[in-house]
């Protein structure tokens, strides 16, 4: 069982800045692949960022130069750096991570980008 609690959302205006960040429980944190995904009002749920154990890094291309995935195995924490923020980036932004067959969500949190 993995619980995953993110934090960080708020309202920005567009340009601006802000850090999402997620904390995982379990002790193999270091092992997990994790994951950014978002989903706007009326959309599907979409993959914005991933980064594995490895440090492999993937992102969607809306996001690409704009945003960046980070981890901090010891803080069982991963990051979500969001630059030059558009009002389309606004959506609620979930924490994501599958591990032994299983996919775990955390609850949300909301980043809303308007002047």
């Known amino acids: 069982q993995v619980q995953l609690v993110e934090s960080g959302g708020g309202l920005v205006q567009p340009g601006g800045s802000l850090r999402l960040s997620c904390s995982a429980s379990g002790n193999s944190f270091s092992m997990y692949n994790m994951a950014w995904y978002r989903q706007a009002p009326g959309k599907e749920r979409d993959l914005v960022a991933l980064?594995?154990?490895?440090?492999?890094?993937n992102y969607a291309d809306s996001v690409k130069d704009r945003f960046t995935i980070s981890r901090d195995n010891p803080k069982n924490t991963v990051y979500l750096q969001m630059n030059s923020l558009k009002p389309e980036d606004t959506a609620v932004y979930y924490c994501y991570t599958h591990l032994y067959g299983t996919d775990y969500w955390g609850q949300g949190t909301l980043v809303t980008v308007s002047s």
């Open positions: 980064i594995t154990s490895s440090l492999r890094l």
